[in-house]
């Protein structure tokens, strides 16, 4: 069952929303050469507690992993495509990218968000990947409106990265989101026939969020059970909104 939000409920998950958008504003400035993945945490940590929220990964169980996350942000360098643990050792250098990923918990409704950005100098090929990754985003929200179907967000993903060359992961989906971080339904960022193909409501609160290989789609975990990467070692983008399906069309609860 995908859970409908009232108005009064949209307006606490937007100010989730707000505040997730701040932090990886400020993340975003913060992420250059010589700076740790540990230092974007607790920076992170800091500004959620401060806002009164709670951070949603920490802590939250994970089927896969068999475990519970232990920090506030993913950050995902390079071929790392999600959930990279922040670390005091892991230092970005010019020519990365990095997804920040975070999700809070505010008055009891979730926001989650994600953005890549590159550090320093990147190739050309790299940032036509952040870009066609960024775009793939901005065209499924467009898709996110009444009367329109799961499969409408989820083709549109797909046919603009595969039209660009690149491969969409499907081993990790964006999700519904509210009162839980995940709710129904699972988001692929491709048509999967096997799914049902809900029509989109109003109300619905959809986490929408391409995973992207400039080489091919495999991915595999690491030992650590957490860090997913590509197969072939390819670079990865991954950018996440959270977005309400409104009579007045896509509102982004994750962007100011
Ligand atoms: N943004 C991710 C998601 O939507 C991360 C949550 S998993 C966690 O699923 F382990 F980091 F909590
Ligand atoms: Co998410």
């Given amino acids: 069952m995908i859970i409908r939000k009232s108005q009064s409920e949209l307006d606490k998950m937007r100010a989730s929303g707000v505040l997730v958008a701040s ?21 992170a940590e800091k ?113 603009h990265v595969t039209g660009n060359g690149f491969s969409v992961v499907r081993e990790f989906v964006g999700h519904g989101i509210g009162t839980q971080l995940h709710e129904e339904p699972q988001i692929p960022n491709y048509v999967d026939r096997k799914n049902e193909n809900p029509r989109l409501k109003e109300g619905m609160v959809l986490a929408i969020e391409p995973m992207v290989n400039a080489g091919g789609p495999e991915s595999r975990v690491l030992p650590d059970r957490w860090t997913a990467v590509s197969r072939d070692g390819s670079f990865s983008a991954h950018f996440e909104h959270c977005v309400a399906i409104t009579q007045d069309g896509p509102w982004v609860l994750t962007r100011v």
């Avoid at 250059?32 to 920076?43: C, F, I, K």
């Avoid at 090929?125 to 009367?147: C, F, W, Y």
């Fill in 23 to 43: 932090v990886l504003s400020k993340l975003a400035e913060m992420a250059t050469e010589g700076v740790t993945t540990l230092d974007l945490e607790v920076a």
């Fill in 47 to 159: 500004m959620i507690r401060d806002a009164g929220a709670k951070p949603a990964f920490k802590g939250y169980f994970v089927q896969a992993a068999g475990a519970k996350y232990q920090f506030v942000l993913c950050t995902s360098i390079n071929e790392e495509i999600v959930h990279g643990m922040p670390s005091a050792r892991r230092k970005l250098k010019s020519g990365d990218i990095i997804s920040i990923d975070t999700g809070v918990q505010l008055n009891g409704y979730y926001g989650d968000s994600a953005v890549t950005v590159p550090v320093g100098k990147v190739s050309s090929d790299v940032e036509k990947l952040l870009r066609v990754t960024q775009e793939s985003l901005e065209l499924a929200i467009e898709k996110a409106r009444p009367g329109n179907r799961l499969f409408d967000i989820c083709g549109t993903v797909e046919d």
